[in-house]
């Protein structure tokens, strides 16, 4: 078994989509590991509304093209369309960021994503899911990552977010077994 991290997005019914994407995760490879939900302002777009974004950790024995074909089929079963413009609303973003600790070009799809570096919104998830466990290009930890990441960069905050009846997230960070720097 593999150990898969993905980012999850959305800025278009962002409850709904990002639900119907944990759902589908918990269907496929069992109930995942996941940071809290934040909110955060899009970062290269027009379009100014927010996403909701966070990262999910699941274990599986598909291969990455295999991982990679599954992400793309669910953004287009919730109306992601893949003629749409690189920066254009999202109804559900499902990016691959590590599996294992594999780098390179694998299947066609770079890993580990370069976005773990350059964005708050994922790697703050990171760093709150995997704060030891360490980036396999860089080397340090996620937690390490983020305690140099210049965050004034782009502004984002947990919210409340409930998923089949309980809450993953609160706002406040009070949830037990998150770490905060």
Known sequence: MKQVTVSIGSNIERERHVR???????????????????ESEPVGFED????????????????????????????????????????????????????????GTIDGVTLPRDEITYHAFVLLPM???????????????????WADFPQEHQRLWPVDFTW?????????GTEPGHRHR
């Not at 944990?22 to 590991?33: E, R, S």
């Not at 966070?54 to 992601?80: D, H, I, M, P």
């Not at 760093?127 to 990552?145: C, I, K, N, S």
Request: hydrophobic share 35%.
């Open 164 to 172: 089949q009846g309980r809450r993953i997230s609160h706002a406040d």
């Open 127 to 145: 760093a709150e899911l995997l704060p030891d466990q360490r980036h396999p290009v860089e080397g340090r930890t996620y937690a390490a990552l």
């Open 48 to 103: 100014g509304r927010n996403f909701y974004n966070l990262v999910a950790v699941f274990y599986t024995t598909l291969s990455v093209g295999q991982l990679q074909a599954w992400c793309k089929q669910l953004e287009y079963a919730n109306g992601r369309r893949k003629d749409s413009p690189k920066f254009s609303p999202r109804t559900l973003d499902i990016d691959l960021l590590t599996v294992d600790g594999l780098s």
């Open 20 to 38: 119907t994407c944990l759902d589908a995760l918990q269907a496929n490879f069992g109930t995942p590991q996941l940071s809290r939900v934040f």
